[in-house]
């Protein structure tokens, strides 16, 4: 799966996720990218990008649950991030994955529980990031 | 003028160091630079957030290193079906498509769900009906094709399991696939 999510110089926000799915996967099935709040979600206030096992972010609405950390518990980009992907109703199904996501600041979140994501950054507050394994 | 940011993913999961050779390494990190720098100097450039997104994943899914369009894993049926989705956070506007067989670039036809539509999301034979009518490039099988994922589907079939396109053995996510 690959992801990219943005914030213009407007403050607005975009998300887009697109994949090849599973190898050897069931014809048919579908996993979290097309499905609005699983696995790709914007709104006023970030947008985010999902990779990993889709049906963990389809049964979690992963994304989604960033937004409304962010908008109903008053988190920061981070927080909320973390807090989707790395704890919450991800961590009780022991979901698999991880995520990109900005705010509308231009702050920047890549979190994942796996041992790796392929994932890059850059932004006008001096991020600039290329990395890949869980120690970088 | 407000601050602007792009991150990007190429997918997640088991990425054991000494899977990788330092080359393929190498190429990875150059490709994921390469890419996140030309949707950032899209925004620098006043561009949107939306052209930004469905620019970089666009490049991705014409790269075969990558789990999407070009570099797409194989079915238990030995074809491709991709899904794909958009959405835009100031209007809430969204597109998606699912299970699409010969589409190029499906964010693409996600974006012109979105645009041209009064749908959220279009599967199967009515997204590819629906990518015919607008004119967006089909390839034909061989485009898809890629050794490297022909064996990973391969050693999956031995093992009657499903995984991530870079799972490694052990790390299996479910089993019967039918």
Redesign the interface.
Known sequence: ???????????????????????????????D????GA?????????V?G???GEHFLRTLACYEVACRMEFGEMSLEEAGRGSICGGRFKEIDG???????D???????C?N????????????G?DV?A??DDE | QGSVAIAIHGGAGTIPRNSMTSEMDAELRSVLKETVESGYNILTQGGTALDAVEKVVLQMEDNPLFNAGKGSVFTSAGTHEMDAAVMEGHTLRCGGVTCVRGVRNPISLARAVMEKTRHVLLCGEGAEEFAREIGAPFEPPEYFFTKRRFDQLQRAIEKNVTRLDHSVDGKEVEGKTG
């Open positions: 799966t690959v992801g990219a999510v943005a914030v213009d110089q407007f403050g607005h926000t975009a998300a887009a996720t697109s994949t090849g799915g599973m190898t050897n996967k069931r014809i048919g099935r579908v996993g990218t097309p499905v609005p696995g790709n979600y914007a709104n006023k206030f970030c947008a990008s990779t990993g096992v698999s994955g991880g995520l990109v996501a900005v509308t600041l231009g702050n920047v979140c890549l994942f796996t041992e790796g994501m392929y994932r890059a950054a850059r932004s006008s507050k991020v290329v890949i394994y």
